[in-house]
């Protein structure tokens, strides 16, 4: 494949260098955060599989500090069992037999609900509470309230909340495992303390640059000529409308010299294969392809 000069875009051809692009292995690793001391408490969680599966999403979002209100069935070896890596949080897990108990030394109380409106409590967004959970705990313990799986928390227990936190779902069917609400909640909390990934370059200091200015300038050129020879012409009034077209899905494309060069080598390879071919029939000079009408 090669690609012509600048100046006669079908003349004296000159070879392509389309240097393969070094890829270095990628470095992702989480950002370092800072312990932070947001709770997680459930309150009378009935299914001791579930308080497993809440510690292990707590584990996978970096919190570690889970309190049990009156749970029916702890310790149990189904928690255990679905905790997996998160058994340290579940062995850490603190037991209080009320509610009071468990927040009695927190400045935030964030509750869940389902509800999209309370005439008395404000209702955030699960992202919203998550950034002001995040900010209130450089100041404090914060706490998240989950309740009971089947009747979720009374309206004594949110009562103890400063806000409530509503995760948005289809309103056909809104309701959620407690340890599905728990990793969502958890996962926004992990993304408001500013944990994201980072990876290191992925390509090095030989990638390819972007094709300059100028060497569009040619690719658009030799464009226009090979549109010209196989009689794919403007329709338009002005005569510009289809590479002014072209101009701007190429830009946005953002080509490097490789990728501006490959299609380069594509128009030659067309010019070179017409050359072999021939003059074409007169029926089909007298027909050029046309392009489609403008809209």
């Given at each position: 494949?090669?690609?012509?000069?600048?100046?006669?875009?079908?003349?004296?051809?000159?070879?392509?260098?389309?240097?393969?692009?070094?890829?270095?292995?990628?470095?992702?690793?989480?950002?370092?955060?800072?312990?932070?001391?947001?709770?997680?408490?459930?309150?009378?969680?009935?299914?001791?599989?579930?308080?497993?599966?809440?510690?292990?999403?707590?584990?996978?979002?970096?919190?570690?500090?889970?309190?049990?209100?009156?749970?029916?069935?702890?310790?149990?070896?189904?928690?255990?069992?679905?905790?997996?890596?998160?058994?340290?949080?579940?062995?850490?897990?603190?037991?209080?037999?009320?509610?009071?108990?468990?927040?009695?030394?927190?400045?935030?109380?964030?509750?869940?609900?389902?509800?999209?409106?309370?005439?008395?409590?404000?209702?955030?967004?699960?992202?919203?509470?998550?950034?002001?959970?995040v900010e209130e705990a450089a100041r404090g313990p914060v706490a998240l309230l989950f309740g009971n799986e089947r009747t979720g928390l009374t309206n004594d227990e949110l009562?103890?909340?400063?806000?409530?936190?509503?995760?948005?779902?289809?309103?056909?069917?809104?309701?959620?495992?407690?340890?599905?609400?728990?990793?969502?909640?958890?996962?926004e909390v992990y993304r408001a303390r500013g944990a994201v990934h980072r990876s290191a370059d992925a390509v090095t200091a030989e990638a390819v640059p972007l094709a300059t200015?100028?060497?569009?300038?040619?690719?658009?050129?030799?464009?226009?000529?090979?549109?010209?020879?196989?009689?794919?012409?403007?329709?338009?009034?002005?005569?510009?409308?289809l590479m002014d077209r072209i101009r701007r899905f190429l830009n946005r494309a953002e080509p490097d010299q490789n990728e501006a060069n490959i299609v380069r080598g594509i128009?030659?390879?067309?010019?070179?294969?017409?050359?072999?071919?021939?003059?074409?029939?007169?029926?089909?000079?007298?027909?050029?392809?046309?392009?489609?009408?403008?809209?």
């Amino acid at each position: 494949m090669s690609a012509p000069p600048a100046d006669n875009p079908s003349a004296d051809l000159r070879p392509i260098d389309i240097r393969p692009i070094d890829i270095r292995p990628i470095d992702i690793r989480p950002i370092d955060i800072r312990p932070i001391d947001i709770r997680v408490v459930l309150v009378e969680t009935s299914h001791p599989g579930n308080i497993g599966a809440v510690a292990r999403a707590m584990k996978n979002m970096g919190l570690s500090r889970l309190v049990l209100v009156r749970p029916r069935s702890f310790p149990d070896p189904e928690a255990t069992a679905r905790a997996s890596g998160g058994a340290d949080v579940l062995a850490d897990a603190r037991v209080v037999q009320d509610l009071a108990a468990a927040v009695a030394d927190c400045g935030l109380v964030v509750a869940t609900t389902a509800r999209e409106r309370d005439p008395n409590i404000r209702v955030l967004d699960v992202r919203d509470a998550a950034v002001r959970a995040v900010e209130e705990a450089a100041r404090g313990p914060v706490a998240l309230l989950f309740g009971n799986e089947r009747t979720g928390l009374t309206n004594d227990e949110l009562a103890s909340a400063h806000l409530l936190l509503r995760i948005p779902a289809n309103p056909q069917y809104s309701s959620l495992n407690l340890a599905m609400a728990v990793q969502l909640i958890t996962y926004e909390v992990y993304r408001a303390r500013g944990a994201v990934h980072r990876s290191a370059d992925a390509v090095t200091a030989e990638a390819v640059p972007l094709a300059t200015g100028a060497e569009m300038e040619r690719l658009y050129t030799h464009l226009a000529q090979v549109l010209e020879e196989i009689g794919f012409r403007d329709r338009t009034t002005s005569g510009r409308n289809l590479m002014d077209r072209i101009r701007r899905f190429l830009n946005r494309a953002e080509p490097d010299q490789n990728e501006a060069n490959i299609v380069r080598g594509i128009l030659t390879a067309v010019q070179q294969k017409r050359r072999t071919a021939g003059p074409r029939p007169e029926s089909a000079a007298t027909s050029p392809a046309q392009p489609p009408d403008p809209p």
